[in-house]
């Protein structure tokens, strides 16, 4: 039974490089969901996603965008990297209403 | 937008007590309310969930009870044991096509021996 998968698990960047992080759902969940969790906090949304279409964007710059295939896997794509954007970068799938999350992907901008 | 506020930031208990961490939330059209536990290191990990047409639910140690008119929801865990030591978030969503949590802050629990 695979849960929520998410690639790389560990990536270091440059400030002002591109980075795509990548997440496959639970098998059979239509929607996946991505947040941000920085050293002590708790996880801010940034994109919802359901049947391939963005249902909710959280409080997150334009240089942070998402899609979702017709598989239902989902990338976050994020800009022009800043010091900041150093994090746990989590995605969750969901079938209703329950959300299970990936192990996450630690992004450090360095 | 949904705001979610979780007290206390941490809590100590010895093992056996119990230890109850408190949220309030201000959308009221919020309607689903999950609790996570995040130990250090790992995902965060769904361990009980109501619903606003439920006001209280209850999974071996684990209790949430939920007041809509008052818009706040509460973890209940009796019978603390070392290995309920982790950080717990409370958080809400709008029940619509897939989920949108708005997460707290997150409570440090420790119990000791």
């Known amino acids: 039974d695979a849960g929520v998968t998410q690639s790389p698990t560990h990536l270091i960047k440059t400030r002002g490089q591109h980075v795509t992080l990548r997440c496959s759902p639970i098998?059979?969940?239509?929607?996946v969901s991505w947040y941000q969790q920085v050293l002590g906090q708790g996880p801010q949304f940034i994109f919802q996603y359901y049947e391939k279409e963005e249902r909710g964007r959280g409080n997150f710059p334009d240089r942070f965008s998402a899609r979702q295939f017709p598989n239902y896997s989902s990338e976050l794509n994020v800009n022009a990297l800043l010091l900041g954007d150093s994090a746990l970068y989590l995605c969750?799938?969901?079938?209703?209403?329950?959300?299970?999350f990936g192990q996450g992907t630690r992004l450090t901008v360095v | 937008g949904e705001n979610v506020e979780q007290h206390p930031s941490t809590l100590s208990v010895q093992e056996g007590d119990s230890a109850v961490i408190k949220c309030t939330y201000s959308d009221s059209a919020s309607n689903y309310f999950p609790w996570y536990k995040q130990e250090l290191g790992k995902r965060p990990q769904l361990i009980i969930d109501i619903r606003s047409n439920v006001g209280e639910k209850k999974d071996q140690r684990i209790a949430v009870t939920l007041n809509k008119t008052a818009k706040h929801f509460s973890l209940h865990i009796t019978e603390t044991q070392p290995e309920d030591s982790a950080v717990y978030f409370c958080?809400?969503?709008?029940?619509?096509?897939?989920?949108?949590?708005?997460f707290g802050k997150g409570t440090t629990l420790s119990v000791s021996s």
């Open positions: 969750a799938s969901s079938l209703i209403a329950e959300a299970f």
């Open positions: 098998s059979g969940h239509k929607s």
């Open positions: 958080a809400a969503s709008i029940n619509q096509a897939g989920t949108a949590l708005i």
